[in-house]
């Protein structure tokens, strides 16, 4: 069956096989795989690997789980802040597990590139579901998440955006002005219908520069923690705890109080100050978020933003306003809220 997304790539079992004898040699063999569903943008698998063989310079015995993420087709139209998504994957799940070991992200096993197969990265499939799929109380998984993001924010880049020469700037205000600019220019090429004109966005985007510059430092931030990148399993007590955070691909550096966004999504965290995803954020703070005025304002910016390129992305990933009606309507409701309250402010 072929992918809603046009940017997913479809792959067969005797892909999966090439893939993995490109990253691990002719003696790894694939013992069973299977697509991996919840995303839109890369095609994801999970592979079974066979044992070692004889010989084969390994010693790690039986049956071995991996993700296998490969890259869209190169003629698939992507949105600009998507460039290299793979790499910046790769980066980010290195980066956390050398400054943030206590933060469960998957072991980058290889990141390849080649001219027939294209570009792909295999990691270590970590235990556990996501969080949809959870039976029962998640009230500690998501303090486990909350606790995860405030030991990623310790981590600090050396400039406000993205990495490896994307868009981003010396200022936090600069870099989130050039990646709104970014998703408005996306939204023109598409031509996609937007609640509002694009100068209105960057007004009010200027209008809160000196606001988002009260940011001094670039805070790694994960973005993209809603629930279906959250992993939980059962701990000795049958409660069920986070044990992996996947999908870095978005990562960027800025304002932590943008990855408050995404955790509580459609919602508004200074609306939820007792929420677990805070109190387990606040534990390892060492105190309560302080959501004054200024911080508000910020989220309010962030929820905009999320918004915007929630709306910008539908029409690269398949979604139109007859196969999904209420995810349109829905993300314009948000967004001419998110206006409405930022003129306000």
């Known amino acids: 069956m072929a992918p ?57 015995p039986g049956h071995r789980d991996v993700v296998l993420k490969v890259a869209p087709p190169p003629t698939a139209r992507l949105l600009r802040y998507e460039t290299d998504l793979l790499a910046a994957e790769a980066r980010y799940f290195r980066l956390v597990a050398e400054r943030a070991p206590q933060v469960p992200v998957p072991p980058v096993l290889h990141h390849g590139h080649d001219r027939r197969l294209g570009e792909w990265l295999v990691t270590g499939r970590l235990p556990g579901r996501a969080l949809p799929e959870l039976d029962g109380d998640d009230a500690a998984v998501r303090a486990d998440l909350g606790a995860a993001t405030a030991a990623l924010h310790r981590i600090t880049g050396d400039r406000f955006g993205y990495d490896a020469g994307r868009t981003g700037g010396a200022t936090w205000s600069a870099a989130f002005a050039a990646i709104i600019d970014d998703l408005l220019a996306d939204a023109a090429d598409w031509e996609v219908t937007l609640p509002a004109p694009p100068q209105r966005f960057r007004a009010l985007v200027a209008r809160h520069g000196e606001l988002l510059d009260t940011v001094r430092r670039p805070a790694l931030l994960h973005f993209d923690c809603w629930d279906g990148n959250v992993l939980a399993a059962l701990d000795g007590d049958g409660v069920h705890r986070m044990c992996g955070l996947v999908d870095g691909e978005r990562f960027l550096y800025g304002d932590p109080l943008l990855d408050l966004v995404s955790p509580l999504l459609f919602r508004r965290a200074e609306d939820e100050p007792t929420h677990p995803f805070l109190r387990g954020y606040a534990e390892v703070t060492g105190g309560p978020l302080v959501l004054d005025d200024g911080a508000r304002r910020r989220l309010a910016l962030y929820r905009m933003h999320l918004h915007l ?24 409701e948000l967004l001419d809220r998110d206006l409405t309250e930022l003129a306000a402010a």
Request: net charge neutral; charged share 25%; aromatic share 6%.
């Open 4 to 60: 809603v997304s046009p940017t997913q790539r479809v792959l067969s079992p005797d892909d999966v096989v090439d893939f993995v004898r490109c990253s691990f040699g002719p003696d790894r063999r694939v013992a069973d795989c299977g697509p991996l569903s919840g995303g839109g943008f890369a095609a994801v698998w999970w592979v079974r690997l066979d044992g070692d063989r004889p010989g084969a310079g390994r010693t790690r």
């Open 309 to 332: 390129l929630m709306t910008v992305e539908m029409p690269s990933r398949g979604i139109t306003p007859d196969n999904d009606p209420g995810r349109h309507t829905l993300l314009a």
